[in-house]
C-alpha cells in the first residue's frame, strides 16, 4: 500500500510541477505582452495583469505542494539538527500540525470559493472570483498528498544542503 501510494504521488507531483512551470510561462509571456501593448503600442490589455495574478496564485499553491514534498519547510531544519534520535517524533508532529493546518485551509478555501462562485473578476467579466479562491483548497488538499508523501519516504533536501 505505500509503495502504491508514492508510486501514485510522484506521478502527480510530477504532473503539478510541470502545469506549475507551465502556468510560468503563461506569466511570463503575459507580462511581456503586457510590456509590449502598454509602451510600444499605447493599447495596453486591460485583463493581463488580473490574469496574471490569477495565474501566479495557482503557481504558489502548487508549488507549495513540491515544497511540502521536498521537505523544504527552511525555519524547522534547526529542529531536526538538534532533535537526534527524536526526529522521527518531531517528524510525525510536523506533520500532523502541517495536515490540521491544511485541513483549515481547505475547509476555509471551499467556503470562501463558494461564497464568491457568482462574484466576477475585474476586466474578466467571463471568470468568476471563485476560480481564484479554488487555488487555496487544491493546493491543500494536494499539499497534504505531499506532506504524508515526506512522512513516509523522508526527503530534507534543505538540510543536507546546508553548510
Not at 106 to 112: E, K, P, V
Amino acid at each position: 500500500m505505500k509503495h502504491k501510494f508514492l508510486v501514485f504521488e510522484r506521478w502527480l507531483s510530477a504532473v503539478i510541477i510541470r502545469v506549475a512551470c507551465v502556468l510560468l510561462a503563461i506569466v511570463s509571456a503575459l507580462g511581456f505582452t503586457q510590456v509590449f501593448t502598454r509602451f510600444v503600442v499605447n493599447h495596453p490589455l486591460t485583463w493581463s495583469e488580473v490574469l496574471i495574478r490569477l495565474l501566479i496564485i495557482w503557481m504558489v499553491m502548487l508549488g507549495a505542494v513540491i515544497a511540502f514534498r521536498e521537505g523544504a519547510q527552511i525555519s524547522l531544519d534547526f529542529m531536526f539538527r538538534k532533535s537526534g534520535r527524536f526526529q522521527r517524533s518531531l517528524h510525525l508532529a510536523i506533520s500532523v500540525v502541517c495536515v490540521v493546518y491544511l485541513g483549515a485551509l481547505i475547509w476555509f478555501g471551499c467556503d470562501l470559493a463558494w461564497r464568491t462562485r457568482f462574484q466576477e473578476i475585474g476586466s474578466m467579466e467571463f471568470l468568476p472570483m471563485s476560480v481564484g479562491y479554488a487555488a487555496i483548497p487544491v493546493g491543500a488538499f494536494f499539499s497534504i498528498i505531499a506532506v504524508v508523501a515526506n512522512f513516509l519516504d523522508p526527503r530534507r533536501n534543505e538540510l543536507e544542503t546546508q553548510q
